[in-house]
């Protein structure tokens, strides 16, 4: 069965707020982890990743944090726009020889209320 | 300037028929998928090739097969279809990082 979950199915936030999405893991080997965006009718859209050395990592409007300890992951968008509503996935890659194969979880969707 | 396209877009069919998705990218990259997203937005992989050699098959249904004729495509072909495999289809692709470039998805329904 798949390792990564959600704790949240679905999101609503008001626009201009902040949004957190959050993931849990269960592979304590994985050592890559990203985030995706999917908006209706497209593909999954790269939003950020983050390796497993690392903590925290920041891009613009958004910032993915890594707690390995308790194998959780977390997107956080500020300033939330409508433009951000979307199906959001994490994914991690199992380490080893694995490749770079992504283990996806189920997905939050995010609804924006204007 | 698509980097990962999928046609058709829309596909419907009968169960029974065969049927092809096609898939190009136009990265360079040497790594290329296809997932299977159900009705509650699942996405599952189900193949990995490699330079246009087979990787993984995730317990998928031998009435699938992939065929990568180069290392810019690989389309899916599905034999004998069933109301089952009612689904969204992504073809993605990636280089030596490990994200990938998803194309726009197959829509493929089974009546």
């Known amino acids: 069965g798949e390792s990564v979950g959600l704790h949240l199915p679905t999101l609503s936030v008001q626009e201009g707020d902040n949004s957190i999405i959050n993931c849990a893991y269960s592979n304590s080997a994985s050592d890559y982890f990203i985030w995706y965006k999917q908006e209706s009718g497209k593909g999954p859209q790269f939003i950020i990743d983050?390796?497993?050395?690392?903590d925290k990592r920041q891009g613009q409007r958004v910032t993915v944090l890594l707690n390995k300890t308790v194998k959780h992951l977390s997107l956080q968008i500020a300033a939330t726009q409508p433009g951000d509503s979307a199906v959001y996935f994490c994914?991690?890659?199992?380490?080893?020889?694995?490749?770079?194969?992504?283990?996806f979880g189920k997905g939050t969707k995010l609804s924006v209320k204007p | 300037d698509t980097a990962v396209s999928q046609t058709p877009k829309y596909l419907v069919t009968q169960m029974g028929n065969d049927k092809s998705i096609k898939c190009e990218q136009n990265?360079?990259?040497?790594?290329m998928y296809w997932y299977k997203q159900d009705s509650k937005k699942f996405l599952k992989i189900m193949f990995s090739y490699n330079n246009k050699e087979l990787i993984i098959n995730e317990t998928v249904p031998n009435r699938f097969s992939p065929k990568s004729p180069d290392k810019a495509h690989l389309n899916l072909h599905i034999n004998s279809l069933e109301l089952g495999d009612s689904a969204v289809y992504f073809c993605?692709?990636?280089?030596?990082?490990?994200?990938?470039?998803f194309g726009p998805g197959t829509r493929l329904t089974v009546t």
């Open positions: 990265l360079g990259h040497d790594t």
């Open positions: 993605a692709s990636r280089d030596r990082t490990y994200e990938q470039y």
């Open positions: 983050i390796r497993s050395n690392m």
């Open positions: 994914a991690e890659r199992k380490g080893g020889g694995s490749q770079g194969n992504l283990i």
